[in-house]
């Protein structure tokens, strides 16, 4: 008999959330005034290629410091949490913080079209991305959906072909799918209104998640 895996419920309310908050990042890169990706770095290593193969230096520079400012993130992360797998704990409320700050800062640089403000959101996409990494098994990639789909595709065609179906594995491939997906939408109606200021909105959720989430470690931690 296959062992039941199961993930608290604190990582699913998170996964969700976090999901959801790069939905919302994403849609105001794509709307905004460069039109581009700040959370999944496919497209921008494609363009920075581009970029060198056409000799466009300017452009080979900006998305070279997207894809670094993301990376730099991700060691933050690294730094802050020091877990590869999810744990309760306070760094992960450091790091929500840490995130916001970044999200905040972004705002009167976007404001201004000034790229720097899509790095400092590339870099808090970065640090949202490493902060979640795996628990028991099921791998959390709460910034781009790629390889969830990949993941969901491969699970259908082992369904299909009768063979056993990690259970877990396909309900955090669905969680993260549609709250990115929901964030996008919503992103896209706040875009209209607020502009690049939309991103105060994930700015904000991210604080208070990071404050909730110290909040309830602490108390879990002294019970």
């Known amino acids: 008999m296959p062992v039941l895996r199961q993930l608290p419920r604190w990582a699913w309310i998170g996964g969700g959330a976090l999901a959801f908050v790069a939905g919302l990042i994403n849609a105001a890169g794509y709307m905004g005034f460069r039109h581009q990706s700040i959370s999944n770095l496919t497209g921008s290593t494609t363009l920075l290629g581009i970029s060198l193969g056409t000799g466009n230096g300017g452009e080979a520079l900006h998305w070279a ?26 760094p992960y409320g450091v790091a929500l913080l840490f995130e916001s700050l970044l999200l905040f800062a972004a705002v009167p640089l976007l404001d201004r079209e000034w790229s720097a403000g899509l790095w400092l959101a590339a870099m808090a996409c970065g640090l949202q991305n490493g902060m979640v990494s795996a628990y028991s098994g099921a791998v959390f990639r709460t910034t781009h959906v790629s390889g969830m789909f990949t993941d969901l595709g491969i699970y259908l065609g082992h369904r299909l072909r009768g063979l056993e179906v990690d259970a877990l594995r396909v ?43 110290s909040f309830y470690s602490q108390r879990s931690e002294s019970s």
């Open 65 to 90: 410091l997207s894809l670094l400012a993301f990376m730099l993130g991700a060691m933050a992360s690294g730094a802050i949490v020091q877990k590869s797998t999810l744990k309760l704990g306070r």
């Open 171 to 213: 309900r955090v491939c669905v969680l993260v799918i549609g709250s990115f997906m929901l964030g996008g939408l919503v992103g896209a109606l706040l875009f209209e209104r607020l502009r690049e200021r939309s991103l105060l909105i994930p700015a904000v959720l991210t604080g208070l998640c990071g404050a909730l989430y």
